[in-house]
């Protein structure tokens, strides 16, 4: 394919604005030429036509990529949010002038509070990561108000999101690392021994990351209060139990939610998603962005008292909240077990519908999603987790997250949501099933997999190497 | 009614019988019974397609959106070519994930390979990230680029955006590195405080251009100063501004950032917008988050990846430059499909429009009594007195009794104005109008 750069023509171009009217700048100017691509609108528009046709999205296809909740976007949420009295609004204005975002954002809060049992929440934290950076914040607030300074440690298991530990580092945490026990569970003993009067929290994500609601949970966040820590809760994976279970009963003082996997609005190849962190009641005259209160039927902004500051400009990415809060909207109460139930549901039929030819890394009920490990299969024929994955590719389906998590081996992780059909499921079962006979029959031959894609496992060495991250002008 | 699960209820029991359940209680038998929610959530019930539209379109309707719009201070209107959202509304990139299987995420690698080429165009650096959530938090991530073992005290101009320095002391009330503010003199970075306070402990300095009162720094002179004690210059920039000032590349800057919401992105309340980082080439393993790179296939085909990923939290973990893994990728999108239909002319006629407008009303303004504070070239945002805030007040009240939301005000009467090419000159001239008229009452 050719680069927007390649097809720029000096002198073409459509005329959006008129010519500037007469004016001097009177400060430096810029010396070098801006080569931005010259292009008709028709080459602008076709050009990136090629571009989507060489990308996949979930509402194109099956995306059962593990620890994303890839469930599909539905239309109505676009809608929702792509009205001018939403995108047309400036964050500066005033009270009067913008009821209606501060309703959207006062409900949304209220309702991500009652899923998760929290007290109050910021929906200023742009992603994730974001939000555990928040988070964590808060904890570190909260033992300094209390004139608390030993407390530097946060306790991360070996299964954990890489964004754990590294939140934690930014935050000013040392990270100490605790191993999970053979079922993939939190390994008590580690626990408690890891524990002490420098804890300043636990980071945990339940069900884990190997897909297992970890039934020790009271006794885990039991165990970090009584050392005088808190309980982070990264909401990767609530996906599974919300209207089942809350993070806020199990005694976690603190989670983020990613709005852009359970709350159904888009990943965007990779953003804007949106990572609000909620926390119970005594943390919140720490939360950051901004606190709406209601004085004589009219909504305020105001500032907590003791906030950590801002963690972004304004009140965060307000328009994926428009679309979390209408899809919560749509789906209702009943709607959210419905959903949770559901992703189990589908998470587990595709496990028992492989695991007589797929070794699962745990054998126990999973939850939204389940990790393979083709260990065995690696030692055996020499064909890796990825040559399997990128089979799957020659099959048109997206394939599942790859080595994650780090404690199993070769591993497939698998999600695939609550919103794929029975038939979805199945055929996605028969090319599972399809590429392991395949393997068994050609091992050599799955080093070379995928064989119909028009790229074909990519050079990643050489690209780190000697980078080229941006088109050669060549002058 | 409302779900999205598409399985019926016959199906879901059939799946739940081969898994062998007899119901879903029984299913969730590994969540301990003493956790289990046996209360219905309070939220409403689901509704249907219908009521929601209605109940958005409701709640949109109590926002006021403004006819004519002279306030910025960070979030800025522009005009957005049609083709914009009719490209970034594409479902193939709307509802994709980081394109971790670089065989089928081509199309959106490439779209992040040319908006990285896009941003080092305008910022005259050597390598551009796939971006950051925005503006603050770029330039909260470039502080922590630059700090070293012995250099942990980052400099911030007192002419940064207030937003942004919250978001930089926030990030280091993290790290636990120290933030100084440089003080200003005459609405620009005091230069004698700055060389003053730049010494072998400082790790950078951020400089905001144009800065938030709408002046232009003398950026020269803080390169000199900061580069004379070995610390790094980060400059945060309005990218419609670099379609003409002296960018950071020539400038000698190590880091560049900026909001990349002026580049066809909507206001929409503050979000999402778009935070793009450029370093030169010394810096470039130190930029945060996504990176793609080119490369070629099995094939010998030209391609792209992912690249440089050892820097990153999946890899590095605690040991990662940052936590950062979604970015703001279709946002990113949209500002590469804006500048692909704008290209270099339309961008050049944004930005000169800009700064016509906003000298036109700066001297209307003047001529209807108000006085400009600072005297400084600007872009497109400058201050101007009143007698106090109450004058402030009437003067912002009587333009939006007239669908005109005025400048921000600042305190102590002042109010900081922005115009765009969105303005016209009867919208200045009416502006105008209606400030003389409370002045003189």
Not at chain 2, 167 to 172: I, N, W
């Amino acid at each position: 394919m050719k680069l927007v750069f390649e097809r720029s023509v000096p002198g073409r171009g459509t005329a959006y604005l008129p010519e500037a009217p007469e004016t001097t700048l009177d400060f430096p100017l810029r010396e070098r030429p801006l080569r931005l691509p010259e292009l008709a609108e028709n080459q602008v528009d076709r050009h990136y036509t090629e571009l989507a046709g060489e990308t996949r999205g979930v509402n194109g296809g099956f995306y059962p990529l593990g620890s994303c909740t890839m469930k599909y976007n539905p239309a109505v949420l676009e809608t929702a949010a792509n009205q001018p009295g939403f995108t047309d609004v400036h964050p500066l204005q005033p009270d009067e002038s913008v009821q209606g975002c501060l309703e959207v954002m006062r409900l949304a809060e209220r309702y991500l509070c009652e899923i998760t049992g929290m007290d109050a929440m910021t929906l200023q934290p742009a992603a994730g990561a974001h939000g555990e950076f928040t988070g964590l914040l808060l904890i570190k607030a909260w033992h300094r108000s209390r004139g608390d300074l030993a407390r530097t440690k946060v306790i991360v298991p070996d299964s954990a999101h890489g964004t754990n530990p590294a939140s934690a580092a930014m935050a000013g945490f040392e990270v100490v690392n605790i191993p999970s026990d053979s079922h993939g569970y939190v390994d008590l003993n580690a626990l408690r021994s890891a524990a002490g009067p420098d804890t300043a929290g636990l980071m945990l994500t339940n069900p884990n990351t190997v897909g297992l609601f970890d039934p020790h949970i009271a006794e885990i966040t039991r165990i970090v209060h009584d050392a005088g820590g808190l309980n982070y809760y990264d909401g990767a994976n609530l996906n599974a139990i919300m209207g089942i279970a809350r993070p806020g009963d199990m005694g976690f003082d603190v989670v983020h939610i990613n709005l852009h996997k359970t709350f159904a609005t888009p990943h965007g190849g990779g953003g804007p998603g949106s990572g609000p962190s909620g926390c119970k009641a005594f943390l919140k005259q720490f939360l950051p962005g901004i606190r709406i209160s209601e004085e004589n039927g009219m909504l305020r902004r105001a500032e907590a008292e003791s906030r950590i500051g801002d963690v972004r400009s304004f009140a965060g990415n307000f328009l994926v909240v428009v679309k979390a809060l209408a899809y919560l909207a749509m789906i209702g109460r009943e709607g959210v077990t419905e959903t949770a139930s559901n992703a189990v549901l589908n998470a587990n039929y595709m496990m028992n519908r492989l695991k007589d030819l797929y070794p699962m890394a745990y054998d126990a009920t999973c939850m939204h999603e389940f990790v393979m490990t083709l260990e065995q299969m690696k030692h055996d024929t020499g064909v890796s987790a990825l040559d399997m994955a990128k089979a799957l590719l020659d099959y048109g389906m997206h394939p599942p997250t790859m080595y994650f998590p780090l404690i199993v081996h070769e591993a497939l992780m698998v999600e695939p949501t609550e919103t794929e059909t029975m038939e979805t499921l199945d055929e996605a079962v028969d090319v599972f099933r399809k590429i392991m006979e395949e393997a068994k029959a050609d091992p050599e031959r799955m080093h070379e997999r995928p064989l119909t894609t028009r790229v074909r496992r990519p050079d990643e060495v050489k690209a780190a190497r000697k980078p080229v991250v941006r088109y050669d002008f060549g002058t | 009614m409302g779900t999205y699960v598409p399985n019926t209820k016959a199906e879901q029991q059939k799946m739940l019988e081969s898994c062998g359940f007899q119901s879903f209680d029984e299913m969730y038998a590994c969540i301990p019974e003493e956790l289990r929610l046996r209360k219905p959530l309070e939220l409403p019930e689901g509704k249907t397609e219908l009521e929601v539209t209605r109940a958005a379109e409701a709640a949109a309707r109590k926002n006021r959106v403004y006819t004519t719009v002279f306030r910025g201070a960070g979030a800025y209107r522009h005009f957005i070519p049609s083709i914009v959202r009719e490209v970034v509304g594409k479902e193939e990139f709307r509802t994709a994930y980081t394109p971790y299987q670089a065989e089928i995420s081509q199309g959106v690698l490439q779209s992040i390979f040319e908006f990285q080429t896009d941003i080092c165009e305008l910022t005259g650096m050597a390598a551009a990230n796939a971006s950051v959530y925005d503006g603050a938090t770029a330039a909260a991530e470039a502080c922590e680029m630059c700090r070293e073992k012995t250099r942990q005290r980052i400099l911030v101009s007192a002419t940064v955006d207030p937003k942004i320095l919250s978001v930089v002391r926030t990030y280091s009330f993290g790290r636990g590195t120290e933030v100084a503010v440089v003080p200003e003199k005459d609405g620009v970075t005091d230069p004698d405080a700055l060389r003053q306070m730049t010494d072998a402990e400082t790790a950078c300095l951020l400089l905001q251009q144009p800065n938030r009162y709408g002046c232009m720094e003398d950026a020269d002179t803080a390169a000199e100063i900061v580069h004379g004690a070995k610390a790094k210059l980060i400059m945060s920039c309005n990218p419609i501004a670099l379609a003409v000032m002296k960018t950071p590349g020539e400038t000698g800057a190590d880091i560049a950032v900026g909001e990349g919401q002026p580049l066809g992105l909507p206001l929409g309340f503050g979000g999402p917008y778009l935070g793009f980082m450029a370093a030169d080439e010394k810096m470039m393993r130190k930029l945060p988050g996504r990176i793609v790179g080119e490369t070629t296939d099995m094939n010998g085909t030209r391609c792209y990846v992912l690249t440089l990923q050892a820097r990153e939290q999946h890899i590095r973990r605690e040991k990662a430059g940052s936590n950062i893994c979604s970015n703001e990728a279709l946002c990113a999108l949209t500002a590469a499909v804006y500048l692909a239909a704008m290209g270099p002319e339309n961008l050049k006629r944004a930005a000169l429009t800009c700064h016509a407008n906003a000298a036109s009303l700066k001297a209307k303004l003047t001529e209807s009594g108000m006085k400009p504070v600072h005297c400084r070239p600007f872009f497109h945002e400058f201050v101007m007195q009143t007698a106090d805030e109450a004058q402030a007040e009437r003067i912002l009240a009587a333009l939006d009794r007239e669908d005109i939301l005025g400048g921000l005000p600042l305190g102590d009467g002042k109010i900081l104005w922005c115009a765009t090419e969105m303005n016209t000159p009867e919208e200045i001239g009416r502006t105008a109008a209606i400030v003389k008229e409370v002045l003189q009452a």
